[in-house]
């Protein structure tokens, strides 16, 4: 049984008298009321599975229930979980949303076994203390990021990960699908985006400046029965897919496939393959109108595929020096008075920012997209620092802050050469958790543009779901908290409460089965010999 808020995320406000309130028994039933049918149907599936119990249908107003209710009078993804001695637990949410949230604090109140798949022992009783919760968050945007272009990660690995954002309060999944190294998705009309983009013949082993490789083919793809599968899953947890197809760079595997999206009139795009080692590519697509069009026939499809409010489409990171020498892009530049290659690729942004606010949906894009000017509605990932993001909410655009000295969870954990591959800045759990994601040279005005935040998983030295873990938690945790909990000044957080509520949680991230860096200390690894395991300061491969 979890002690008076010993949660994480921490919620805003606890009461209670710390002692036993009610035991959940094989009689214990659920009543839920309309527009709460998505959480009745998580706790009788996962819940219930986990303790052994049916919660069968009950009463309104009956002893021995879990009461689920709707109340919009508090905020749409707020919650108040009141567990009353001998009664019972009601649960009253804003919103769906609201109602899924508490249901959530309810599994972690019940103890870590509440986060296994099947109950491990018979006899066994789960009871939540006496105590009344209110909660809300703080953003609106509290995000994940996941790189299965470098790495690809199959469906079953994509939901899990869903499940353990939701356990964490986690409501936008940022879906990484294309880059140089590999595309993700089925695009009907394009079948040879999966046929020749989604497969490399051989993949760099650990950093860029690596001289290890491993000399076999990587690859894999989701259809869109898979992608449809994975956002309704998504959906039942209050979770919006936002998909990313990176344009105008990071583009190599898509040119492998369709060679005349490339600059075809500067090199023989023909001979290009998937990218197999990491970095940023030269190779960069076309300013030309088949381009424009191939491109919206994919996000065509795509929109058909994901709901949501805002597509992300990259936009970093394009190196210019093809379009320099190329006569039909200088061509270009000319024609439409763009000024420079710059200016060229803010055209090509500004293309598809325009197409679709047509369409009722919004751009978002990293930080580089605000060069030269974008369509009210769009948004900006602030990666490179806080920089962007100021220039953008100052702007009057919305803002997601993932900065990478800060929350690029790829980054290593530890000072010495003993992580697994030791890149970029080092990010303790304890520097997640003082992030700040609004700046405070922001107005109030200006900083109400700060819509969330989100961390990164950029997996080009993550070469499977364990990899994955290890970089994630338990800095995840930490990062969930910021991104919900109404926290003060970083330099005011009390970091020692949250390592002693984070003793329970790696007990739940144990059911869970999840392969975090262990909090004393990183493990002996057993390092392959060359530049493999030395330190590299400084950004990761890509980002």
Same mark, same amino acid.
């Given at each position: 049984?979890?002690? %008076?808020? @010993?949660?994480?995320?921490?919620?805003?406000?606890?009461?209670?008298?710390?002692?036993?309130?009610?035991?959940?028994?094989?009689?214990?039933?659920?009543?839920?009321?309309?527009?709460?049918?998505?959480?009745?149907?998580?706790?009788?599936?996962?819940?219930?599975?986990?303790?052994? %119990?049916?919660?069968?249908?009950?009463?309104?107003?009956?002893?021995?229930?879990?009461?689920?209710?709707?109340?919009?009078?508090?905020?749409?993804?707020?919650?108040?979980?009141?567990?009353?001695?001998?009664?019972?637990?009601?649960?009253?949410?804003?919103?769906?949303?609201?109602? $899924?949230?508490?249901?959530?604090?309810?599994?972690?109140?019940?103890?870590?076994?509440?986060?296994?798949?099947?109950? +491990?022992?018979?006899?066994?009783?789960?009871?939540?203390?006496?105590?009344?919760?209110?909660?809300?968050?703080?953003?609106?945007?509290?995000?994940?990021?996941?790189?299965?272009?470098?790495?690809?990660?199959?469906?079953?690995?994509? #939901?899990?990960?869903?499940? #353990?954002?939701?356990?964490?309060?986690?409501?936008?999944?940022?879906?990484? #699908?294309?880059?140089?190294?590999?595309?993700?998705?089925?695009?009907?009309?394009?079948?040879?985006?999966?046929?020749?983009?989604?497969?490399?013949?051989?993949?760099?082993?650990?950093?860029?400046?690596?001289?290890?490789?491993?000399?076999?083919?990587?690859?894999?793809?989701?259809?869109?029965?898979?992608?449809? /599968?994975?956002?309704?899953?998504?959906?039942?947890?209050? +979770?919006?897919?936002?998909?990313?197809?990176?344009?105008?760079?990071?583009?190599?595997?898509?040119?492998?496939?369709?060679?005349?999206?490339?600059?075809?009139?500067?090199?023989?795009?023909?001979?290009?393959?998937?990218? @197999?080692?990491?970095?940023?590519?030269?190779?960069?697509?076309?300013?030309?109108?088949?381009?424009?069009?191939?491109?919206?026939?994919?996000?065509?499809? #795509?929109?058909?595929?994901?709901?949501? /409010?805002?597509?992300?489409?990259?936009?970093?990171?394009?190196?210019?020096?093809?379009?320099?020498?190329?006569?039909?892009?200088?061509?270009?530049?000319?024609?439409?008075?763009?000024?420079?290659?710059?200016?060229?690729?803010?055209?090509?942004?500004?293309? $598809?920012?325009?197409?679709?606010?047509?369409?009722?949906?919004?751009?978002?894009?990293?930080?580089?997209?605000?060069?030269?000017?974008?369509?009210?509605?769009?948004?900006?990932?602030?990666?490179?620092?806080?920089?962007?993001?100021?220039?953008?909410?100052?702007?009057?655009?919305?803002?997601?802050?993932?900065?990478?000295?800060?929350?690029?969870?790829?980054?290593?954990?530890?000072?010495?050469?003993?992580?697994?591959?030791?890149?970029?800045?080092?990010?303790?759990?304890? @520097?997640?958790?003082? $992030? /700040?994601?609004?700046?405070?040279?922001?107005?109030?005005?200006?900083?109400?543009?700060?819509?969330?935040?989100?961390?990164?998983?950029?997996?080009?030295?993550?070469?499977?779901?364990?990899?994955? @873990?290890?970089?994630?938690?338990?800095?995840?945790?930490?990062?969930?908290?910021?991104?919900?909990?109404?926290?003060?000044?970083?330099?005011?957080?009390?970091?020692?409460? $949250? /390592?002693?509520?984070?003793?329970?949680?790696?007990?739940?991230?144990?059911?869970?089965?999840?392969?975090?860096?262990?909090?004393?200390?990183?493990?002996?690894?057993?390092?392959?010999?060359?530049?493999?395991?030395?330190?590299?300061?400084?950004?990761?491969?890509?980002?």
């Amino acid at each position: 049984m979890t002690s %008076l808020a @010993d949660l994480i995320p921490a919620p805003r406000a606890v009461e209670g008298p710390a002692r036993c309130g009610f035991v959940f028994g094989a009689d214990t039933a659920l009543w839920g009321a309309p527009g709460t049918e998505g959480t009745q149907r998580w706790l009788r599936s996962t819940l219930g599975a986990a303790l052994g %119990l049916p919660l069968p249908p009950g009463q309104e107003g009956a002893e021995n229930s879990v009461t689920l209710r709707l109340d919009d009078s508090l905020d749409p993804e707020g919650y108040r979980l009141k567990v009353t001695s001998g009664w019972g637990v009601e649960i009253t949410g804003g919103g769906p949303a609201g109602v $899924f949230w508490a249901a959530q604090s309810l599994r972690q109140l019940l103890g870590p076994d509440a986060f296994r798949r099947a109950p +491990i022992g018979p006899g066994l009783e789960y009871g939540v203390q006496h105590q009344t919760i209110e909660d809300a968050p703080r953003f609106r945007w509290r995000g994940l990021m996941l790189d299965v272009a470098r790495h690809f990660m199959p469906k079953d690995g994509v #939901l899990r990960y869903l499940d #353990l954002m939701a356990a964490h309060k986690l409501n936008v999944f940022h879906f990484h #699908l294309t880059d140089d190294q590999g595309w993700r998705i089925e695009i009907g009309r394009y079948p040879r985006l999966t046929e020749v983009g989604s497969w490399r013949a051989r993949t760099k082993f650990g950093h860029r400046a690596s001289p290890l490789w491993e000399e076999k083919p990587h690859g894999g793809y989701y259809t869109q029965d898979d992608i449809r /599968e994975i956002v309704a899953y998504a959906a039942e947890r209050h +979770i919006t897919v936002v998909p990313e197809i990176d344009v105008p760079g990071h583009s190599q595997a898509a040119i492998a496939a369709y060679p005349e999206l490339g600059n075809t009139d500067v090199i023989d795009t023909t001979s290009l393959s998937v990218w @197999d080692t990491w970095g940023i590519s030269e190779n960069v697509l076309a300013p030309t109108d088949n381009t424009l069009r191939f491109y919206e026939g994919v996000f065509e499809e #795509l929109l058909e595929l994901f709901p949501s /409010e805002f597509i992300h489409v990259g936009g970093d990171e394009c190196p210019k020096d093809q379009w320099r020498a190329s006569p039909l892009a200088q061509s270009r530049i000319k024609e439409l008075g763009v000024g420079d290659e710059d200016g060229l690729q803010s055209w090509f942004i500004g293309h $598809f920012d325009t197409w679709l606010t047509a369409r009722g949906r919004r751009l978002i894009g990293w930080d580089e997209i605000l060069e030269g000017g974008l369509a009210r509605g769009a948004a900006v990932s602030s990666w490179r620092g806080y920089a962007g993001g100021v220039t953008a909410a100052r702007a009057g655009h919305d803002v997601v802050m993932c900065p990478e000295q800060q929350v690029y969870l790829d980054h290593r954990q530890h000072e010495g050469a003993d992580e697994p591959v030791p890149i970029g800045y080092v990010r303790t759990l304890e @520097d997640v958790y003082r $992030f /700040e994601p609004v700046p405070p040279e922001l107005t109030s005005a200006e900083a109400a543009h700060v819509v969330g935040t989100q961390a990164n998983l950029w997996t080009e030295v993550m070469e499977d779901h364990a990899r994955v @873990d290890y970089q994630a938690f338990p800095r995840l945790s930490a990062f969930a908290e910021v991104a919900w909990s109404d926290l003060p000044a970083p330099a005011e957080r009390d970091y020692p409460d $949250f /390592e002693r509520r984070m003793e329970q949680h790696y007990e739940r991230l144990d059911a869970l089965g999840v392969s975090y860096r262990p909090p004393t200390g990183p493990l002996p690894w057993q390092r392959r010999p060359g530049v493999l395991g030395r330190p590299i300061e400084g950004p990761p491969p890509n980002r």
